[in-house]
Structure formats: C-alpha cells, structure tokens
C-alpha cells in the first residue's frame, strides 16, 4: 500500500521537489525560511503552521522570507516570473489578498493578454483559507470565487493529500497565475500519495463516490463534509454522486452537466457566503444547460451572508454542515 | 463442521474494505453447488461473483441489492435442506452478534506489499502464502500497463499451499520506473534477479500478456529458474496484438480517452469502473511512466505487431505450460492459445476478454493450482 503523508507533508514535499528539479522555483513569504540564520535551521518553524519546513536548509538562497508587506512581495513575486523565475508566493491568509488586488488582478492576470501573448506570469501564490479555526472573520473567509471571477487566473482547491501534491506541482508548472488555496482543516489529514512527482491536470473534476439519486458538487473541505453526509445518506437508500472540481478556474463543466443528467438533482455545498459564490456560478450553470434534466430544484448548502463569527457557537453554526447536507438532499429527493 | 456455511463479503485487494451488493443470481430456496456463482459483488475499483463455498440450499439472503458490507459481512447462509429455521436464525443471530468489521488502515490489514533494491532499482512486490507449505513458489507477472494488483483476485487463492509473489515490473506500479534497454531481455533479466534477490531459487511463472512474453523470456534465459509456465493471453506467442490499444493507452491522457480503452480488456466492458480508470490515470501521471511505456511498447510492439514470437522454442524447453484465454479477448487473439506445440494444456473461456484472470478468477485459478500440482 502506498506511503500516506498529511496535506501539509505533501505541499512540503511538492515544493519540495519542484526546488530540487528547476532552479527558477524559489519560495518568498512572511517567516516562511523560519529562525533563517539562528541555529537549528534544518528544523525552523518554516511558516505560520510550518508548511515550508526543512526547505530553507536544503534549497539555501531560494526561500526568501519577506517584510510584513504582502502588496511589496506579492508584486515582486509577479515581476519575478516576468522575468524567468517561477516564485511561489505564501501569504498567510487569502484575507490578507485585499492588499494585493492590484497586484493579482490589474497586473498578472492580464499581461498575457495586454502584451498581446507575449508575455507569461508563471506565479504560484498559495494561502489559506476557511473557518473552523476560531480565527475570527479577518481570517476565516473562503474567497476562491472572487479570484475565479477574474479572467487570466487559475484557481486550485484542493481536498486532499494526493491532489494537493499534483496540482501544486501543476500549478509550479503552469505559465499563467495561479491562486493556490489550502483549508487549514485540511493540513492534518492523512491520506495515500506517491512518492514520485506526478501531476494533476486543471480542469479535471474528481468522481469521489458514485451514485444515481443525487449529484452534490462540493469544494476542498466541503467534500469531506458531503461524504460524511453520503454515508449516512447511503443507510437511508439514498445514492449520492460526489464532485470535487478540484479547480474553480478553469471548471470541469462537463462531468457536473454529465452527472445532473444521470440523477436529475443537484446540491452544492461551499463554504463561502451565498451571494456570487460558486454554489451560485454551478447553480446557474446547471439551470441554463441542464434545465430538462432537472426533476427538483437546486439546493445551495453555503455559509451566510455574514462575517464568519469569533464565537465557537455561532461559527460551527455557520460552517455548512453534514446535517445541513443531508437535509438538503433528502429535500431535492422527495420533491414532488 | 458445521452444517451451516456462511457466504460473506470478500477482499479482493489490500485496499478493500467494504463492498456492493449488485445482484442475488441464486434465490431463497434454490439448490446451489460448491463452486457456482451466488451473488454479484463490486468493490471501488471492480465487481466480480462470490461462489458457494459448499453444497445446499440457500436459505437465507442477509443483504439486498445495493447495500453495502463491509469485508467479512454476512451475506447470506447456505445449509442442508433438513437444517430447521430456528437453527439457522440463531445460526445468524450468533454470527452478527459477534462480527467485528476490520478497523481502518491503522489496524494490521494482513499481508503488505514491500520493497526490494535489485540492480540498483527498487521494485515492489507482495507476497502471499507460506514457505512451509508444500507447493513449490510461484511468481505473478502482470502485463503490459499493470502492476501486481492485476491478481487481486487470485493472489490469495494460488497462495493457499505454497508461497506466491506478485511483483511489479520496472516501469509499473511502484516499481522504477527506469526501464533500462526497455526490452523482454531487460525485463526477463530483473525478474531472474528479483527471485534470486527474494531467495528463491526456482517458481512456477504465471504470466499475463506481456508479462507472458517476460515468462517465456526468462525460461529461455534462465531455465533452471523456471518449473513451470502458465501464459494467460500471453504476447509472445503470435504476431497480432491490438496496437491501437498499446498506443491509445500510452497517450491518454484523461479519463475521457482511457476509459472507452479499458473498455477493451474485458469481454464485460461494465467492469471498468471509474475507480479503475482514475487508478490507472493516477499511474499513469506518474514521473517517468510516459517515458517507460513509450520505451517498452515501441521495443515490444513496433510497427503494429509484436516483435518477438517464442511460441517455436517452447517446446524445445521441456518446461510444463499451461496457456489460458479470454475467447473474446481483443487485445491478443484467441488464435495464438494453439500456437505452441509440445507438453501443452490450453483452457479456453468463453464469454472472457483479455483480462481474464480477474473476468474468470475462479476457472483460471482452479485451472492453475491443478496444473501445477
């Protein structure tokens, strides 16, 4: 059986080995080298929640920790790849991204197109995101959807180990910006992945479970919320089909519009607030194209229209639940 | 023994730990014998029969359609005709009060597949069976494409008097993926190193497809460590292979490509499940494994056929063989099951593909363990 690594081990090591293969691949971030210069440094902290651990040492001069200025260094990163390099920016929290909004949407998501192609922005800039951390609403927030809204980016969330390692090795690889997203929740999880480096293409939905009653799209932690939801759906003799699109930009319409043929029934779970969120973007893809497929209304599970709370009550109140899940599929289900 | 005989959920895998009901073929009440197909099954990655293990009436049915069991779960109850109900309900009563599901992948899962450092390459293998038992070894060669997991279904049974390794070749599963000179003789030479590097000094070779022509190969090479070839739609033994195959499965690149592929390994083209396609998709974004299939396919199958027919020399050899076939198998035809001459036993399945030691597992290994004795 193949070795198991958590979803922090294996960003580690797609890094990892992405540095040992091209020497363009450089790392830059707020303590990302960790206790740089101090003894100790094969085992400094390396980030916030020590993802880049271990890398400082064994790739020296190419893990740069940065000041406190996101909008400084994450333009850097971006001239950087301009000219040749292939950075991979750390930014703590998607949250903190307010202040590089220039920097991402005015300048590397279009200099390929405002150079006419002949340009290319080959940026990795990871963060993370999502509650469930008591972290209050500055740090909690799910944001892919505002970066999939921007034409010339690339947006990954991942929701688990295995394709946390091939998409950011994709993402490493790719000659145009991508935003690279990791739910905290997600760091500890353990799960199979291969030692060697491999990739996982953009664009390519994951079929995580089968099944012909009811298809549940869902994204990075959220699928593991619809499993657990599955399962207990499943005791019930209802079939869930699971998809995890893997990336929100681009998005693997098909196999979401192949599956709501097949079952009729649709629910989206996301993490992020209602309004303009991908549940919204899927729900509207699927009414335009699959209307006559459609045996039951959408059902969006997302969080509310409200900053994530501080209190612990009121936050797992707002993460959407399996409980909410499955209340949602049972109710396209029985829809008469 | 009790005149009671379960019939439960199997493991076909390591990976295994629950599994689908997808169809009763026998109802409450009917005769059924040792050895017939009672009730269809699908794990993640593939669906398959569960046999009765004795001679009755099946007496009871503890499992519908679509419910899902974990490995070891009761799914229904086979005894005499004469056996009373009340026996057989407390007969399941005792059965389910005591079942304990396996725990997850932290628990002790049985056999586990190791590493080996052979020429300097690491290869995988998994080993099944114990050197106390009286049969003499066997090694499992997948084809082209596979890894050791090609045998899920008849690892555990071939193992039942003697001890059988399945391996990966250089280039597949979690094997290297450095393939060398990418050639029979390459591969034929590390299978030779890999049972010297395990401590067996001679094996029966069960090999399927190209790993057929490895079989061959390595009997040719190295007689003295072969008793015995069993060649399941083996290359090696004619010209013809399906090319169009062997190059689409070296170019796919997603799902969409590689599935209607698959499609033609197996005479029930249901069973390729999305598991099965995601698994071989996993493999094949591998680093390396691009490089090492277009090496082997273009030494092995150039210019639309295959390079290398050994079917004349066999004979020549001495060694028992025994050669097994899918009637419909679209990869290598049928036809080259009677290429070889001399001390031969050919079996033919009908209703079979290319994969027919997963399509037929219980015929292809009852007719193995006669064969080698």
């Known amino acids: 059986m193949a070795r198991k690594i958590t979803y922090q081990q294996a960003i580690n090591e797609a890094l990892d080995q992405e540095m040992a293969r091209d020497q363009n691949v450089i790392v830059m971030g707020e303590d990302v080298a960790g206790g740089s210069g101090a003894p100790g440094e094969q085992d400094a902290w390396g980030g916030v929640l020590g993802v880049t651990r271990g890398l400082y040492a064994k790739h020296p001069g190419r893990v740069i920790d940065t000041p406190i200025s996101e909008s400084g260094y994450v333009g850097a990163a971006i001239g950087a790849a301009c000219c040749g390099m292939r950075p991979v920016a750390e930014l703590m929290f998607v949250d903190f991204l307010g202040v590089c909004f220039d920097q991402i949407f005015n300048q590397a998501a279009k200099f390929r197109y405002m150079f006419g192609g002949k340009a290319e922005t080959p940026v990795v800039i990871r963060a993370m995101y999502g509650a469930g951390f008591r972290a209050a609403a500055q740090h909690s927030q799910c944001l892919y959807n505002i970066f999939t809204h921007i034409p010339g980016l690339k947006v990954v969330v991942p929701s688990n180990p295995y394709d946390a390692k091939g998409l950011l090795i994709q993402s490493i690889r790719d000659n145009d910006p991508v935003i690279f997203l990791e739910h905290k929740a997600l760091y500890t999880m353990e799960g199979e992945v291969p030692e060697e480096l491999y990739t996982v293409p953009f664009g390519e939905a994951a079929v995580v479970r089968e099944g012909h009653d009811v298809t549940i799209v869902a994204f990075g932690r959220m699928v593991l919320k619809a499993q657990e939801a599955a399962a207990d759906l499943q005791k019930q003799g209802i079939h869930c089909e699971i998809i995890d699109p893997r990336t929100t930009s681009p998005l693997d319409t098909d196999t979401i519009l192949e599956s709501v043929e097949k079952t009729g029934r649709l629910v989206v779970v996301d993490e992020s607030h209602p309004r303009c969120s991908m549940a919204s973007d899927i729900a509207g893809l699927v009414a335009e194209q699959a209307f006559d497929s459609l045996k039951a209304p959408i059902r969006q599970v997302t969080g509310f229209h409200a900053p994530v709370p501080f209190s612990d009550a009121l936050e797992e109140l707002y993460i959407p639940s399996a409980a909410k899940i499955v209340a949602a599929v049972k109710s396209v289900k029985e829809y008469k | ?373």
Do not use: C
């Open chain 2, 1 to 373: 023994m009790s005149a009671i005989q379960t019939i439960t959920m199997p493991k076909w895998g390591l990976s295994m730990q629950e599994g689908k009901v997808n169809g009763w073929l026998k109802q409450v009440g009917d005769a059924v014998e040792q050895g017939q197909e009672i009730v269809e099954v699908e794990s993640e990655k593939i669906a398959g029969a569960v046999e009765a293990g004795a001679t009755g009436v099946l007496r009871r049915q503890l499992a519908n359609e679509e419910d899902v069991l974990p490995v070891g779960g009761l799914l229904g109850v086979i005894a005499d005709a004469s056996v009373s109900d009340a026996d057989i309900d407390a007969f399941v009563a005792d059965f389910l009060s005591n079942f304990k599901p396996a725990e997850g992948a932290e628990e002790d899962q049985g056999p586990t597949t190791q590493k080996i450092e052979v020429n300097g390459h690491k290869l995988r293998y998994l080993k099944r069976g114990d050197s106390g038992k009286s049969g003499e070894p066997m090694l499992l060669i997948h084809g082209f494409g596979g890894d050791l997991n090609n045998w899920l279904f008849n690892h555990e049974a071939l193992a039942a008097d003697r001890e059988v390794y399945a391996l990966d070749l250089p280039g597949h599963g979690e094997s290297t993926k450095d393939v060398g000179e990418g050639n029979l003789a390459a591969l034929a030479d590390t299978v030779a190193a890999f049972l010297d590097a395990v401590g067996v000094t001679s094996a029966h070779l069960v090999g399927h497809s190209m790993g057929g022509a490895v079989s061959l190969t390595v009997a040719l090479r190295h007689p003295e460590k072969v008793r015995s070839l069993s060649l399941i739609g083996s290359a090696g033994l004619g010209s013809e292979i399906n090319t169009g195959y062997i190059q689409g499965f070296v170019s796919a690149a997603n799902r969409n490509a590689l599935k209607p592929l698959l499609a033609d390994l197996f005479a029930d083209s249901s069973l390729v499940t999305r598991q099965l396609v995601d698994d071989l998709l996993k493999y094949k974004r591998l680093e390396g494994v691009g490089q090492a299939l277009s090496t082997l396919s273009g030494n092995l199958f150039a210019d639309g056929r295959q390079n290398s027919v050994m079917a004349d020399q066999l004979a020549a050899l001495g060694k028992p063989v025994l050669v097994i076939w899918g009637e419909e198998d679209r990869i290598i035809p049928v036809a080259h099951a009677h290429a070889v001459s001399g001390k031969v036993q050919v079996e033919v399945l009908g209703n079979r593909g290319h994969m027919v030691q997963m399509e037929a597992a219980n015929d292809v290994n009852r007719a193995i363990a006669r064969f080698v004795g």
